[in-house]
C-alpha cells in the first residue's frame, strides 16, 4: 500500500512537472522573443510585458541552450517554431554578445546588442558555448559546433594558461583562493560538448581530469560535504 502510494504521489509530481514546463515554454515563446532585434526579452512582469529591454549574456546563451535542448530531447518541443527561435538567438549571440578580437562575451547589452558590462569571469562565455553546442546538435550546423570547440578551447586558455583577463588584480598581500565555480562548471560544459564526439572527448580529457581534481579538494569533513571555498 506504501509503494503504490508512492508510485502515485511520483505520478502526480511528474504530470504537474509536465504542465509546468508546458505553461513556462509557451509563456517565453510568446513573451520573450524581440522580433526587431533579436534575442531575448528576460525581464517580464508575471503578465508577459517587458519591464526593461536590457539583455543579459548569459540568459541569452541559457535560453538557446533550453530551446534546443527541450527540442533535442523532449519529443512534444520537437517544433519547427521552437528551433526557428533558437537559432534566431544564437545569430544574435554570435553578431553581439561575443567580442570578435578577445572572445570574451558581454554580461549585459542594450536592446540593440551595444555592449553594456563584461565581467572578468568565465560564466558568460560558458553559456555562450553551451547554446552553440546544443544549436549544432539541433541543426547539424558546423559554425555553431566550431563555435562551441573555439570557446572552450580559449576557456580553457584563460583557465590553464594564463588568466590575466579573469578575476581581481593579483595584489601581494592577497591569500590564494580555490573557488568550486569554475571546476563544476567546466566538468558540465565538456560533457555537454564532447558527449558525442570522441575526438573532442579526448582532446579536452585532460582539462576534464583536472577540473575533476580542482573539484576534489572541496571534500571536507572525512568526504561527508562539499564546501565552497574552504
Known amino acids: 500500500m506504501a509503494v ?3 508510485k502515485l504521489k511520483l505520478q502526480q509530481f511528474h504530470s504537474k512537472i509536465e504542465k509546468e514546463l508546458d505553461r513556462t515554454v509557451e509563456f517565453w515563446m510568446t513573451h520573450s522573443h524581440d522580433e526587431e532585434y533579436g534575442g531575448f526579452y528576460t525581464c517580464l512582469g508575471r503578465d508577459g510585458k517587458v519591464y526593461d529591454e536590457l539583455k543579459y549574456g548569459w540568459l541569452q546563451g541559457r535560453q538557446v541552450w533550453m530551446y534546443c535542448k527541450l527540442y533535442n530531447e523532449v519529443e512534444r518541443f520537437h517544433k519547427p ?4 527561435a533558437a537559432v534566431k538567438g544564437a545569430e544574435f549571440l554570435m553578431k553581439n554578445v561575443k567580442d570578435p578580437e578577445t572572445m570574451k562575451c558581454y554580461f549585459s547589452m542594450t536592446r540593440d546588442g551595444s555592449p553594456i558590462k563584461i565581467q572578468r569571469t568565465i560564466f ?3 553559456f555562450y558555448m553551451l547554446a552553440m553546442s546544443e544549436v549544432a546538435r539541433a541543426t547539424k550546423t558546423a559554425k ?7 570557446m572552450l578551447r580559449k576557456i580553457q586558455y584563460w583557465v590553464k594558461v594564463d588568466d590575466t583577463e579573469l578575476g581581481r588584480p593579483k595584489l601581494s598581500g592577497m591569500k590564494a583562493v580555490n573557488g568550486l565555480a569554475v571546476p ?3 566538468l558540465y560544459i565538456i560533457s555537454e560538448l564532447t558527449s558525442d564526439d570522441i575526438p573532442l572527448t579526448n582532446e579536452f580529457k585532460e582539462l576534464e581530469e583536472w577540473t575533476v581534481q580542482q573539484a576534489l579538494q572541496h571534500v571536507q569533513r572525512d568526504g561527508k560535504v562539499i564546501l565552497e571555498s574552504e
Open 144 to 150: 555553431y559546433k566550431e563555435e562551441a570547440v573555439n
Open 124 to 126: 558568460a562565455e560558458c
Open 81 to 84: 517554431d521552437i528551433l526557428q
Open 4 to 6: 503504490n502510494g508512492i
Open 184 to 186: 563544476m562548471m567546466l
